[in-house]
């Protein structure tokens, strides 16, 4: 794949505890799954409709896939499109950039 960020949703309270330890080991889905659960600029609304539907705020941490290295892999989801996987924590100098959307 080519694409060099991600996107990782978290709630309000997921980002906090996220900013306080400075790493993120994962939703409890992530935890579920054994890998943190990313998706791709085109894969963001979907995922976000699918899976978080009525919750806001929401936490959109943009995540340099570079600086993960090995630790992504794409494998198929959805529809069988290739969505980016974290077999690691995720650090936070990893994302590069964040929004909040209500």
């Keep these: 794949m080519t694409a060099s960020t991600a996107f990782k949703v978290l709630t309000q309270q997921q980002w906090a505890d ?3 330890e400075r790493v993120f080991r994962g939703a409890p889905v992530d ?3 054994g ?3 990313l998706s791709t600029d085109e894969q963001l609304e979907s995922t976000i409709s699918k899976h978080f ?3 806001s705020p929401l936490m959109i941490a943009e995540v ?3 600086l993960l290295g090995d630790a992504i892999r794409w494998e198929e989801a ?3 499109d290739l969505f980016p996987h974290l077999y690691a924590e995720l650090p936070i100098h ?3 950039s964040l ?3 209500d």
């Design 35 to 37: 890998y943190i659960h």
């Design 78 to 80: 959805r529809g069988g």
């Design 94 to 96: 990893a994302v590069v």
């Design 53 to 55: 539907a009525g919750q």
């Design 31 to 33: 935890i579920a799954d």
């Design 64 to 66: 340099d896939l570079i």
């Design 99 to 101: 929004q909040k959307r």
């Design 18 to 20: 996220f900013e306080r």
